[in-house]
């Protein structure tokens, strides 16, 4: 069961996982709302991940890694 409220490190890591898609995104030169229409995700739940504001599934993770091309693991490190 997860601790309520969550530990800030938590917080912080959402952060770094977005701004990873971020960079990955802006480096294939790819809009949100472009990102979104390959993921099927709509452009609010893509700046939602890049703000580090939504707890995102790790469904959508693999979509987007997909989209961009890239392995997992390097938006989540």
């Known amino acids: 069961m997860p601790t309520d409220p969550l530990p800030d490190w938590v917080f912080t890591r959402r952060?770094?996982?977005g701004a990873n898609v971020r960079a990955a995104?802006?480096?294939t030169k790819l809009s949100q709302e472009k990102l979104g229409e390959l993921t099927g995700l709509d452009?609010?739940?893509i700046n939602r991940i890049e703000q580090g504001a939504y707890s995102t599934l790790l469904d959508h993770l693999l979509l987007i890694a997909d989209a961009l091309g890239v392995p997992l693991a390097d938006l989540v490190r």
């Open 15 to 17: 952060r770094e996982i």
């Open 25 to 27: 995104r802006e480096g």
């Open 43 to 45: 452009r609010k739940t």
